[in-house]
């Protein structure tokens, strides 16, 4: 069994996509290891370019480690890390990279800044 994106499932359902959210917004499912909300079953995918759907995760990796082969004497800004991300075929604006960054608790490019 593999995860499935809330695209992936309004493709088989043949509906949109934010039909699959809106259902599943705000709604639980008890389980023998508690009560999970029913957007935690599913996994948060990014398109390529190509329109294959890559998860989330896999993005955040990526990101990470650009930022952690970067010059540190001059760090890569979030458009330049976009920039990267999208020659690898991830079509992934600034300011989503900006948020993932926040998220990894790697800070801007000013901060990362290392003088010799």
């Known amino acids: 069994m593999k995860p499935l994106t809330m ?3 309004a493709m088989k ?3 949109h996509h934010t039909t699959v959210s ?3 917004n705000g709604k639980y499912a008890k389980t023998p290891f508690g009560t999970v909300e029913l957007r935690s079953f599913f996994i948060a995918g990014i398109a390529k370019a190509d329109g294959e759907e890559v998860r989330k995760d896999k993005v955040l990796e990526r990101l990470s480690s650009i930022v952690e082969e970067e ?3 001059a760090p890569l ?3 330049a890390i976009s920039a990267q991300l999208r020659e690898e075929g991830f ?3 600034r300011r989503t990279v900006a948020k993932y ?3 990894l608790s790697i800070p801007g490019a000013a901060d990362r800044l290392k003088t010799s």
């Open 22 to 24: 809106r259902t599943v």
């Open 77 to 79: 800004s979030d458009e």
């Open 7 to 9: 695209n992936e499932i």
């Open 101 to 103: 960054r926040s998220m």
């Open 71 to 73: 010059d540190k004497t």
């Open 13 to 15: 359902a043949d509906v």
């Open 91 to 93: 079509v992934i604006a």
